[in-house]
């Protein structure tokens, strides 16, 4: 038999003894595919077995079991790893309002504030870096700045008046 004939014969009764199994038919789809793919990568050896399917079969079952066991361990990872998890608050209003703002700047300006501050990069290292003058950086974080400021500016507390 051909591989072809093999994979149209018993691609469709693989894939469901491998859904029974996962419960998941898209995991099943994938590991009799992988199967099939490592035959074919073998198929003169493969064909010359007694029962080529057999062969396909244990490997589509041996991912399978793979598959389960990495799966399992990584949720017990995850759960062991919940466990000793502290609540992390979410962020500040502030560090919100920053991430939003820092959003509006241009490209190459946004670049050069989180290259200056946050990498803590020296002015002529991010010259280097974007293959710019330092006075060009310069002016980008000071545009920058300026941009921040404004926006970040608080609103000024409006004062009652008061008739006397």
């Given at each position: 038999m051909s591989?072809?004939?093999?994979?149209?014969?018993h691609y469709a009764d693989l894939t469901v003894?491998?859904?029974?199994?996962?419960?998941?038919r898209q995991e099943a789809q994938d590991v009799v595919q992988e199967a099939f793919c490592r035959a074919l990568a073998r198929w003169p050896a493969v064909a010359a077995y007694d029962d080529p399917?057999?062969?396909?079969?244990?490997v589509a079952w041996n991912l399978a079991v793979s598959k389960w066991r990495r799966a399992r361990t990584?949720?017990?990872f995850l759960h062991r790893q919940r466990a000793d998890d502290h609540h992390v608050d979410g962020?500040?209003?502030?560090r919100v309002a920053l991430v939003t703002a820092l959003a509006t700047l241009p490209d190459k300006q946004r670049r050069a504030m989180v290259l200056h501050y946050l990498a803590?990069?020296?002015?002529?290292?991010?010259a280097d870096r974007e293959g710019v003058a330092e006075g060009t950086v310069k002016s980008w974080l000071h545009r920058a700045r300026a941009a921040l400021a404004a926006q970040l500016r608080p609103e000024p507390a409006t004062a009652e008046v008061r008739d006397v």
């Open positions: 591989f072809d004939e093999v994979y149209a014969a003894q491998l859904y029974a199994y996962f419960g998941d399917v057999a062969w396909v079969r244990r990584a949720l017990s962020p500040s209003p502030e803590d990069m020296t002015v002529a290292e991010i």
